[in-house]
Structures are given as structure tokens and as C-alpha cells.
């Protein structure tokens, strides 16, 4: 694994965006600014470009007259981001797990459900039919 540091969110931006599909360095700063909300300058962007090119998680062709860069995840790159977005990924979930209920099905609710008295007791439930289910007869 690559040891580079993914230590703010325009690096992190960068990488998802390129993980989509491959663009051009302009292209690149536009989307970052827009997704981002604030002003993205070269300094931003190029610098860690290279220091991907340099690892090998990016290439670069040169399409059109204006020899403009299309950057675009290598093999080694698309691991790198994949790996990324897991640990990414489980940080969310120890986010967002104690707002997580579980219904007696199995279910995981994030949002919404269902809620019901059962024997007194206030529940949730994904949907009505749980809450009917556990209902005693
Ligand atoms: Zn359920």
C-alpha cells in the first residue's frame, strides 16, 4: 500500500472524484470548488497530483491540440482509493451506529421506522407488519 497521507477533505475529494472517472486538472479544481464550497487554487491540486503520479496511483494522457492532462486511477490507484473508502467507510458507520435501531426482524433503521406500543412498552420497528407481529395475540 501506497503511504500517502489522505489528511484533508480537498485530498480526499480528489481521489473520489478521479475514482469516478478520469479528468482534467481544470476540471478537477471546478468540481472540487463546487463540492467543497470554497476557492481551490493550483497549490491545492498539483502538488498532490504529482505525488500520486509519483507513486503510481495515477497516469496521465494528453488529449486535444491544447495538450491538456487527463488524469486517471491506475490499477495500484483504484486499490489504494478502494482501501480508502473502507476505512472511510467504517469511521461512518462509528458515526452513525448509536442512531442505528434494529428492529426485531433483523433490520437496521436509519431513519424513520415504525414506532408501537408493546405490552406498554414504546418500540420501533421498520415497518407496521413487525410491529403487528409482535404484537400478542
Ligand atoms: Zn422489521
Request: hydrophobic share 35%; proline share 4%.
Amino acid at each position: 500500500m501506497a503511504d500517502i497521507k489522505i489528511n484533508n477533505m480537498i485530498k480526499f475529494y480528489t481521489l473520489c472524484l478521479l475514482a469516478s472517472k478520469p479528468k482534467h486538472g481544470y476540471e478537477l479544481m471546478k468540481e472540487l470548488e463546487e463540492r467543497l464550497g470554497i476557492r481551490i487554487s493550483a497549490s491545492h491540486v498539483y502538488p498532490f497530483l504529482s505525488i500520486l503520479r509519483k507513486n503510481k496511483l495515477i497516469k496521465f494522457d494528453k488529449v486535444g491540440k491544447r495538450d491538456k492532462k487527463s488524469y486517471t486511477l491506475t490499477h495500484k490507484g483504484r486499490n489504494f482509493t478502494n482501501h480508502m473508502f473502507t476505512k472511510f467507510g467504517d469511521l461512518i458507520n462509528i458515526a452513525i451506529k448509536p442512531k442505528i435501531s434494529i428492529c426485531p426482524c433483523g433490520c437496521m433503521i436509519y431513519s424513520g421506522g415504525y414506532t408501537e406500543k408493546v405490552k406498554g412498552k414504546v418500540m420501533k420497528f421498520c415497518c407496521s407488519h413487525c410491529a403487528k407481529m409482535h404484537q400478542p395475540k
